[in-house]
Nanobody
């Protein structure tokens, strides 16, 4: 199991930027699937992007070219850099993880694939 602590949410003007951070805490694992999701009121949880081991997976079309996923393994920290934010980006943002004992994880893109979740942070654009 992995514990996740997220920070960096808040309110920004249209066209502004935010960076979300998520610290993962686990032991005894060799690799991780790490992902970002978001959920607006009344909507299903939406895949944003993920990192499969050290490989950056695809971005959803809604954020492609505006959001960047990255990690700092030395700090056990996952990042989501968001730029050109608009009202369509207003949602609760979640980080997620699934640990592996092996070196080469195979990562899914559905919420059900991930078994550890952060508490979520609200992003508001005005």
């Amino acid at each position: 199991d992995v514990q996740l602590v997220k920070s960096g949410g808040g309110s920004v003007q249209t066209g502004g930027s935010l960076r979300l951070s998520c610290v993962w805490k686990g032991s005894g694992y060799k690799s991780y699937c790490l992902g970002w999701f978001r959920q607006a009121p009344g909507k299903e949880r939406e895949y944003i992007s993920a990192i499969e081991g050290d490989r950056i997976m695809r971005y959803s079309d809604s954020v492609k070219g505006r959001f960047t996923i990255s990690k700092d393994s030395a700090k056990n920290t996952l990042y989501l850099q968001m730029t050109s934010l608009g009202p369509e980006d207003v949602a609760m943002y979640y980080c997620a993880a699934r640990p592996y004992y092996g070196d080469t994880p195979i990562c899914g893109e559905t919420p059900g694939f991930f078994n550890s979740w952060g508490q979520g942070t609200q992003v508001t654009v005005s």
